[in-house]
């Protein structure tokens, strides 16, 4: 069993950034691949950013490639999502998740409670 907590979400220009950190319970974080998903008011949740276990294989939403990057820290069992330029587009409740099979088809076993990033125009 893993539990996720995310932080580091809040109220933002656009164009500004924020860190969002994914603090995970259990021994067993380092086997898991770690993604970040969003969902908007009225829209389906929808994958941003993915992880290997080892932290060496990342994959992204076209739509935040190049201003997003993910990271993942094993030793302290916590994923992080650094978002840069960010967007009024990209407001939206921030999901970190954890599971197995590869970065580009990510198979979520566990979900944290979400953190809301608000990006003011």
């Known amino acids: 069993q893993v539990q996720l907590v995310e932080s580091g979400g809040g109220l933002v220009q656009a164009g500004g950034s924020l860190r969002l950190s994914c603090a995970a319970s259990g021994r067993t974080f380092s086997t898991y691949v770690m993604g970040w998903f969003r969902q908007a008011p009225g829209k389906e949740r929808q994958f941003v950013a993915a992880?290997?276990?080892?932290?060496?294989?990342?994959y992204y939403a076209d739509s935040v490639k190049g201003r997003f990057t993910i990271s993942r820290d094993n030793a302290k069992k916590t994923a992080y999502l650094h978002m840069n330029s960010l967007k009024p587009e990209d407001m939206a409740v921030y999901y970190c998740?954890?599971?197995?099979?590869?970065?580009?088809?990510?198979?979520?076993?566990?979900w944290g409670q979400g953190t809301q990033v608000t990006v003011s125009s």
């Open positions: 992880i290997s276990s080892s932290g060496g294989i990342t």
């Open positions: 998740a954890a599971g197995y099979g590869t970065v580009v088809d990510m198979r979520v076993n566990y």
